[in-house]
Every structure is written in structure tokens, then in C-alpha cells.
């Protein structure tokens, strides 16, 4: 059984960093895109970035400049590193694999499998 594994939330200020790791278990997986997504309380899930088959990335214009997507191929591990980080920020986080070549898309209703989630707070 596919499982992504999310890992790297917590709790921390305004101005702080967090990254997040999300890693598949359970399937083999030569190619493939990586969106992370989020959910605040009471929002919609939206899209925060995504990471192409070819590593190209994407990001939500509210996250640009702050938060970066990449890829390490020998751990087979998608990360999401989070740079000066702000209150709205806070949210469950997601990450979402779509098989094969794929350039992944805004839209998470496309991706084949999900992360559990989660949870970044900034407070201060």
C-alpha cells in the first residue's frame, strides 16, 4: 500500500523556518510530480507549490520568494523549505504525488496519493 510520509511541523513565531519533509513508502516510483497543499480552519485546501517529474516548481503567489520545493532523488524525498514564515501561514500541510511524467497541477483533485498531514502553527 502507497503511503506518503510527511514529516518537519511544529509550533514557532513569525520570521521562523520550518521544512517539511514528504517521502513514498510502499511503491516504486521512478517518476513522478509532488504538490504540498494546505488547509487553515474553516478555508479550502490550496495549492502552495509543486515540484515537476523534471524538477521544474511552482509556487502560490502567496508563498513566493518565502518557500522553496525540491527534490533529493537518493532519499526519494520531496521537501518544502519555509522561509520567514507568517501568521497565516498556519495550516495542516500536504504533500500529493502524481505518477509518472508528470508536471503535477494546481489542482488536488489530480494527484494519486496524500500525505496525513501536518500541522504547522506560527504564533507568537
Known amino acids: 500500500q502507497v503511503q506518503l510520509v510527511e514529516s518537519g511541523g511544529g509550533v514557532v513565531q513569525p520570521g521562523d523556518s520550518l521544512r517539511l519533509s514528504c517521502a513514498p513508502s510502499?511503491?516504486?516510483?521512478?517518476?513522478?510530480?509532488m504538490g504540498w497543499f494546505r488547509q487553515a480552519p474553516g478555508k479550502e485546501r490550496e495549492f502552495v507549490a509543486l515540484?515537476?517529474?523534471?524538477?521544474?516548481?511552482y509556487y502560490a503567489d502567496s508563498v513566493l520568494g518565502r518557500f522553496t520545493i525540491s527534490r533529493d532523488n537518493a532519499k526519494n524525498t520531496v521537501y518544502l523549505q519555509m522561509n520567514s514564515l507568517k501568521l497565516e501561514d498556519t495550516a495542516v500541510y500536504y504533500c500529493a504525488l502524481r505518477r509518472g511524467y508528470s508536471s503535477g497541477s494546481r489542482d488536488w483533485s489530480l494527484y494519486d496519493y496524500w500525505g496525513q498531514g501536518t500541522q504547522v502553527t506560527v504564533s507568537s
Open positions: 510502499g511503491g516504486t516510483f521512478s517518476t513522478y510530480a
Open positions: 515540484i515537476t517529474w523534471s524538477d521544474s516548481t
